[in-house]
């Protein structure tokens, strides 16, 4: 690995870092200010919003300019976005903010990957890259489960004595963290890799996106790592907030200590990513598919469980199946949207179809709060989902390839 790749992880470590202490920082927040339970996981929905809503554009946008750029501009969104909160805009439409800035970030940081490393390497790439980031998951967790902990808020009150209250202690503390990620922005070096000059009419960019969008999907190889990334995605970003609820209901811990739990699964994911890094190579990607359907059935363990030291092996374990199973599809499908699009394009079209899954299992979890299911109702639901729809994507991998089979079979006949 180049020197550029290690500014690249460090980027977005700090980055990914100050998104997640945040996040904490605003459910917090939401509570102070009496906020509806349901109100909860709209923070992560409004934060993606800008994913779905901008997806045809931030792609153009991180092929336009050197990718090392592009995230520095898109970090500094995030910076302004936190700071609104300090002039009393609601959390929620801060927290979009921070999102619009990811949104832009994401192509830039996943794409010039490809611009920087050869096919091969891009497993390994890609385990580092998602175990750093869910290591950002774990520490940014750790770091807004303490920040709206008394003990520190105090402490920073008292040598941050301008702040005034312990929100905005926290928060100056997650601009800090937003600055460190934008020095290490600077340090990403020009790959020299140039796209085809973008277009500025939004209905040639919505155009040229759908366009990319169909070819990622009637790809064979495209299509299967495409949904199962995007089912991935969307239960993780749901699985955030199952565990943070579920900790408080069903192990009696306070939000800072649930908020812990979710680095546990995190911790998982990374060791998952790591290993999967180093065992699974590029052309074997598509064998790991029914640990998907694993931990789908895993999770649903979770409402037998009812003590915190034996929450931390399972979450650990869940983590663990999650990372090592999406790692490989993520690898291959960047390999794919770079051999047919371009890279910027290609993540950009990834980042639609996972965050809209998000955007549609949170909305249906909201939903599910609202109703005043139990959390264990809420886990078994959540976890046959997730098997059920990753027995189905098997199903479809395996009559691709039976198709293929087939006209592999009708070609030779023709040819006798």
């Not at 501009?73 to 999102?99: D, E, M, Q, R, W």
Request: with cysteine; glycine share 8%; charged share 10%.
């Amino acid at each position: 690995m180049n020197r550029g790749f290690y500014s690249v992880m460090a980027a977005e470590f700090f980055s990914s870092l100050a998104d997640n202490a945040l996040l904490i920082v605003a459910i917090a927040l939401l509570a102070q200010m009496n906020a509806a339970p349901w109100m909860t996981p709209l923070l992560r929905l409004f934060f993606v919003m800008s994913y779905v809503g901008l997806a045809a554009f931030v792609g153009a946008f991180a092929d336009a300019l050197p990718k090392g750029k592009v995230m520095f501009i898109t970090n500094t969104i995030k910076f302004c976005g936190c700071s609104l909160i300090f002039v009393g805009v609601h959390p929620l439409l801060a927290y979009a903010v921070v999102g619009l800035g990811a949104a832009a970030y994401s192509p830039a940081k996943y794409g010039i990957l490809t611009e920087l490393l050869p096919a091969e390497k891009l497993v390994i790439a890609n385990g580092w890259i998602e175990g750093l980031t869910v290591s950002s998951i774990v520490l940014g967790t750790v770091l807004g489960g303490a920040l709206i902990n008394k003990h520190v808020s105090a402490f920073l009150l008292d040598h941050m004595p301008f702040a005034g209250s312990p929100a905005v202690a926290a928060l100056v503390v997650i601009m800090g963290v937003y600055i460190l990620a934008a020095l290490f922005n600077l340090r990403i070096p020009d790959t020299g890799a140039r796209y085809a000059r973008q277009p500025k009419n939004p209905v040639l960019l919505v155009r040229n996106f759908y366009r990319s969008f169909t070819t990622l999907w009637h790809d064979k190889l495209g299509q299967i790592s495409l949904a199962v990334t995007t089912l991935f995605w969307g239960a993780g970003a749901t699985l955030q907030f199952i565990v943070l609820k579920w900790a408080q209901h069903s192990l009696g811990l306070t939000l800072d200590k649930a908020a812990f739990l979710q680095g546990i699964v995190a911790v998982g994911i990374a060791i998952g990513a790591v290993s999967a890094a180093k065992f699974v190579k590029l052309k074997q990607s598509l064998k790991v598919m029914p640990l998907g359907v694993a931990m789908g059935l895993v999770v649903m363990i979770m409402t037998l469980v009812h003590s915190v030291y034996l929450a931390y092996p399972l979450l650990v374990l869940v983590g663990a199946l999650a990372g090592f199973f999406v790692v490989p599809m993520n690898a291959l499908l960047q390999h794919r949207g770079h051999v047919l699009l371009s890279a910027g394009h290609s993540i950009a079209v990834q980042n639609f179809n996972e965050n809209l899954s998000i955007l549609s299992m949170l909305g249906i979890y909201s939903l599910l709060v609202s109703f005043d299911l139990s959390v264990d109702a809420v886990i078994v639901i959540f976890g046959s989902f997730v098997s059920g729809m990753m027995l189905l994507v098997m199903h479809w991998h395996a009559r691709n390839q039976k198709i293929k089979d087939s006209l592999s079979l009708i070609g030779e006949e023709k040819r006798h």
